[in-house]
């Protein structure tokens, strides 16, 4: 199994603040990475896919980067709207999930 | 506008089998670009996926539930079901049925709303 190791578990911001969460996955995934967005209550949002491809409708302040077995999401200006939960998913081999970053207000 | 609903009891005791069905709307089931899966989230913890399927039938499962799932679809009702036998506490959790594009294990673009299942007696 290929495991997803996400860091930090809990980041505390402001409004306006950059955010970056990392992903490292336990061996190569060839970049078939995918970030979710999840609030208390609903199902998880798909922000991007392919590392860094925007999926349809997800505001520009999302970003996301890396190769290999490095992955970041990036929030440039964080919003009111975004303090929630962030999952990477590897899909290379079967599919597993990091454990979540929580963003919350600071 | 695709929207995906669960359906299937709330409540299952211990050892018997959870059941739930997904309901598709606002596409064809049949799509040959799509696949449809399960993916579980226990209370206050992270997401698992644990089973998908192609319109023709094709199933995959994740390993560790492999003997205890069956997935199977129904084109004529635009629907897709998700049987878990033998269950116990550990398989309570919310469980959500997803669009998967590309692939069985690809990233999920639609979501159902979530069904959470208690298994309790």
Known sequence: DIQMTQSPSTLS???GDRVTI?????QSINNRLAWY?????????????????????VPSRFSGSGSGTEFTLTISSLQPDDFATYYCQQYNSY???????KVEIK | ???LQESGPRLVEPSET????CSVSGDSIDSRTFYWGWIRQPPGKGLEWIAAIYYTGDTFYTPSLKSRITISVDTSRNQFSL????????DT???????????????????GQGALVTVSS
Do not use: M, N
Not at chain 1, 95 to 101: I, N, S
Not at chain 2, 18 to 21: A, F, P, Q, R
Not at chain 2, 93 to 111: E, K, M, N, P, Q
């Open chain 2, 83 to 90: 049987k878990l036998t033998s269950v116990t506490a550990a």
């Open chain 1, 13 to 15: 911001a402001s409004v």
């Open chain 1, 37 to 57: 967005q999840q609030k208390p209550g609903k199902a998880p949002k798909l922000l991007i896919y392919k590392t860094s491809t925007l999926e349809s409708g």
């Open chain 1, 95 to 101: 599919c597993t999930f990091g454990q979540g970053t």
């Open chain 1, 22 to 26: 990392t992903c490292r996955a336990s």
């Open chain 2, 18 to 21: 959870l059941s739930l069905t």
């Open chain 2, 1 to 3: 506008q695709l929207q």
């Open chain 2, 93 to 111: 959790a919310v469980y959500f049925c997803v669009r998967l594009w590309g692939h069985w294990s690809g990233y999920s673009d639609y979501w």
